[in-house]
């Protein structure tokens, strides 16, 4: 049985004790909005804790001896995640969306660049590859876009929400916060599917970038990766929620 086999029987068994309401779709909400905002900035350099970042959106209260940034970028992001919730009625993903959570998350750390597509090239820490001209930004995502719209049909959930977070990041956009953005963007497009978040924890961040890299030239591995945590996210729920394991 393949990783997205695995996937797709752990969604059926899930499926069983859907649709999540109130109280429980309150508290899952808020356990992955904690968990993805502390994931995704945590990957970027973030030096907030998960318990840190949880006393920020939770509570209210800001952390002795943090840089504001790190702050700024754990409220951003949260808003940013609960404007993805928006976006399920409608199983689709446009630019305006993109530039609604980038704005979001970066106003707080540069208004002028927040939810605005970059006007200065930008170097990849590490990377043996360019992104995207600035002349050529606007054209790419058009097609990008474009591409949502006519394929996403024509493949595997997952794989879709992994070719979407590859193909975003290397055109690369914003000034700042394409990661985040991306990974926003493909776990948009698994829960409007129905399927569990990918939650890429620090530990793992090395793989991931390396995976990344390796996408220019095979995106295969990079694919089996995010269906891993998705397979994660899944067995997750099933622990939390008492749904026999397979």
């Known amino acids: 049985m393949t990783t997205l086999d695995q996937v797709d029987a752990r969604k ?3 499926d069983v004790v859907r649709p999540f309401e109130g ?3 309150t508290q899952l909400k808020a356990y992955y909005r904690v968990g993805l905002t502390w994931t995704s900035n ?8 998960e318990t840190e970042t949880k006393i920020i959106l939770e509570d209210g209260l800001t952390v002795g001896g943090k840089p504001l940034r790190d702050t700024f970028e754990a409220i951003g992001h949260a808003e940013a995640f609960d404007f993805m919730f928006t976006l399920l009625r409608e199983k689709k993903i446009t630019d305006i969306d993109a530039l609604t959570m980038h704005r979001m998350f970066y106003k707080g750390i540069d208004e002028n660049y927040a939810g605005r597509y970059r006007d200065k090239p930008v170097l990849i820490t590490g990377s043996k590859y360019s992104v995207c001209k600035v002349d050529r930004i606007a054209v790419e995502m058009e097609k990008l ?7 996403r049909g ?3 959930p997952v794989e879709f929400a992994a070719q979407l977070h590859k193909r975003f990041v290397f055109i690369h956009p ?3 916060g394409n990661g985040r953005i991306s990974r926003l963007l493909m776990n948009t497009a698994l829960i409007q599917d129905g399927y569990m978040m990918a939650i890429i924890p620090p530990v793992l961040r090395q793989e991931y970038i390396s995976l990344l890299e390796g996408a220019h030239r095979d995106d295969c591995p ?4 995010i269906a891993e945590r998705v397979l994660e996210s899944e067995k997750e729920i099933m622990r939390l929620l008492h749904i026999p394991s397979m």
């Not at 876009?145 to 394929?151: S, V």
């Not at 990079?222 to 990766?225: L, M």
């Open 12 to 14: 059926a068994a899930i």
């Open 23 to 25: 109280y429980m779709l």
């Open 42 to 49: 945590a990957l970027e350099g973030n030096s907030l804790t």
């Open 145 to 151: 876009f474009a591409w949502i719209k006519d394929e």
């Open 154 to 156: 024509a493949m595997h």
């Open 174 to 176: 914003f000034i700042d």
């Open 222 to 225: 990079f694919v089996g990766f």
